[in-house]
């Protein structure tokens, strides 16, 4: 008989490998996946959405959406490539908007603040100052002083938290004090009213019947009858005036 011969070489197909890693990413920051087996390459379907670095698998978040990538190991001997694919989920990160609202209150009073961003809560940095409705933003002053209130977006998909700041001052509520003095002058004479609270303005309900220095508190009667003198100190920080009155009677002088 007559032979020849020819050898063939036969090669094990590729795998691909199992993939492995985080499916969801923020936009902007990045994401791992990983194969079981080495040699591969990575690819994105749509890099609008992800890229991925082709050695490494190191995937980096663009724009909101889902893309795919394959991982690739290459055929040799005549078997074709081998592939797999894992898809990623990309969020857009979060964001907690503008704060805005009065910044300045009285303890036992309230304010309000709000965010142009819906859908967050709203915290205090120190609740022995002012505490603040986390659903509502309403703020109670409690104490004098100052506080940060944070407004916080939830972040998903991979997105961190969103957070927005903005500090509010509690002032203390002023007081105008107890008041004293002798509560009977005659016409054209004085008499002197005072507060333990200095700081107030003096003024008469009635000047006709009594005037007072705004200042010194000095009442001067003018004609007979009674008045009242209020001493006003003035609120700051959204605190209203503490007022507190006192009743002056004006008699007419006696005649020979």
């Known amino acids: 008989n007559a032979t020849a011969t020819r050898t063939v070489t036969v090669t094990a197909a590729p795998v691909a490998g199992t993939l492995s890693g985080t499916q969801n990413v923020c936009v902007g920051l990045t994401t791992t996946f990983s194969s079981t087996q080495t040699g591969g390459t990575w690819s994105s379907s749509n890099t ?3 890229t991925i670095n082709a050695t490494t698998g190191v995937i980096t978040g663009v724009a909101a959406g889902t893309a795919t990538m394959t991982y690739t190991v290459v055929g040799t001997g005549g078997c074709p490539n081998a592939t797999a694919t894992r898809t990623v989920t990309v969020t857009a990160a979060p964001v907690a908007g503008t704060l ?21 809560t ?5 609740t022995a100052i002012a505490t603040i409705n986390a659903t509502t933003g309403v703020i109670t002053g409690v104490a004098a002083g100052t506080a940060t209130m944070t ?21 203390a509520a002023p007081v105008a004090g107890t008041l004293s003095g002798n509560q009977n002058v005659c016409v054209g004479l004085t008499t002197t009213f005072s507060s ?9 309900s009635d000047t006709a019947i009594a005037t007072v220095n705004a200042t010194t508190g000095v009442i ?6 009674t008045a009242t003198m209020t001493y006003t100190v003035t609120g700051t920080g959204g605190c209203p ?13 006696p005649v020979s």
């Open 196 to 204: 333990t609270q200095t700081g107030g303005t003096w003024s008469s």
């Open 100 to 120: 805005s609202g009065n910044q300045n209150v009285c303890v036992g009073l309230t304010t309000t603040f709000s965010s142009t961003q819906t859908g967050g």
């Open 48 to 50: 609008a959405i992800a």
């Open 122 to 126: 709203w915290s205090s940095s120190n």
């Open 151 to 171: 407004y916080t977006v939830v972040g998903t998909g991979g997105c961190p938290n969103a957070t927005a700041t903005r500090t509010v001052t509690v002032t």
């Open 220 to 225: 001067t009667g003018v004609a007979a009858g």
């Open 241 to 253: 005036n503490a007022t507190a009155t006192r009743d002056v009677t004006v008699t007419a002088a």
